[in-house]
């Protein structure tokens, strides 16, 4: 299992954009799922994106066409691009490599004002 630390996270206006950075500790090459999740404030964890090891991606609806998730092997990183944020958006984002027996990083603070 590899070790996940995210950065990126902030305090932002509505409207505005932020680039979350999911660096891996060891190789993720091999690792077919890697994805970000978000806790909002008082509510359950949910799927925000996800992207295979060919490239696929899949979105939350709440984020499609706002958030681009990529995946950088050579740097043994994964991004989520965020624009046009919203207050909706505030959360505690977290990155999470694999399925059966994932690895989760520590999580970054997204607040977004109105």
């Known amino acids: 299992q590899v070790q996940l630390v995210e950065s990126g996270g902030g305090l932002v206006e509505a409207g505005g954009s932020l680039r979350l950075s999911c660096a891996a500790s060891?190789?993720?090459?091999?690792?077919?799922?890697m994805a970000w999740y978000r806790q909002p404030p008082g509510k359950q964890r949910e799927l925000v994106a996800a992207?295979?090891?060919?490239?696929?991606?899949n979105y939350a609806n709440s984020v499609k066409g706002r958030f681009t998730i990529s995946r950088d092997n050579a740097k043994n990183t994964v991004y989520l691009q965020m624009i046009s944020l919203k207050p909706e958006d505030t959360a505690v984002y977290y990155c999470?490599?694999?399925?059966?027996?994932?690895?989760w990083g520590q999580g970054t603070q997204v607040t977004v004002s109105s």
């Open positions: 060891g190789s993720i090459l091999n690792i077919n799922f």
């Open positions: 992207i295979n090891s060919g490239g696929s991606t």
């Open positions: 999470k490599a694999g399925v059966l027996k994932a690895s």
